[in-house]
């Protein structure tokens, strides 16, 4: 019987949530790397600027992996500027049919000012209902939270902030280490 929280699992050990809210578009990661139970490292950024700066991404699973998708995900952008989800379409497609892509293990919320996705290896780029999404091990927890408290009067970042304490405080692969990048329309 597999172990769901073995370091091959590329779902667990991490938390990015995303929330688009009053012309703000932010992503969220918390810092925490594991190895199995373990924590080996609690400040790892997550989540960062691509581009020119004008697209966020944050990933869940692989560290390695999730490197090499960014650099694709860089060039992509490079290749189709302006069309964030034709350059994330194009990177799920040679994420489902080239041999060494097909093996990494992680998922990715991406987002520029109009546009915000989650793509997976499975060659899915899906917009979210809402302006909110959450991946990664305590990724339902945050996504949760966060929609519990978006008709409040807190902005993306400050409801960002609050729903990553709270997947903090559930979620023993989540730490409440978080970056945030923000970008505003």
């Not at 969220?28 to 199995?36: A, F, H, P, R």
């Not at 992680?106 to 899915?124: E, I, P, R, W």
């Not at 917009?127 to 990724?139: C, D, L, T």
Request: proline share 2%.
């Amino acid at each position: 019987m597999a172990d769901d929280h073995s370091p091959t699992t590329g779902w667990h050990a991490t938390t990015i949530l995303m929330v688009r809210k009053g012309g703000q578009t932010v992503i969220g990661g918390d810092g925490q790397v594991s190895l199995g139970q373990t924590i080996i490292k609690g400040n790892a950024k997550k989540v960062r600027r691509l581009g020119k700066g004008d697209v966020i991404a944050g990933f869940a699973g692989a560290t390695a992996d999730a490197f090499t998708l960014f650099e694709r995900l860089e060039a992509k952008i490079e290749q189709y500027p302006g069309q964030l989800t034709r350059a994330c379409v194009e990177l799920a497609k040679d994420w489902r049919t080239d041999r060494y892509l097909r093996r990494l293990e992680a998922m990715m919320l991406v987002a520029d000012k109009s546009t915000g996705l989650v793509v997976s290896g499975t060659g899915d780029v899906l917009e979210p209902e809402g302006g909110v999404m959450g991946i990664g091990s305590g990724g339902m927890y945050a996504l949760a939270a966060a929609r519990a408290l978006y008709d409040t009067d807190f902005d993306a970042v400050e409801i960002v902030r609050r729903a990553m304490k709270i997947a903090g405080e559930i979620c023993v692969y989540t730490n409440e280490n978080v970056v945030i990048e923000k970008i505003e329309d």
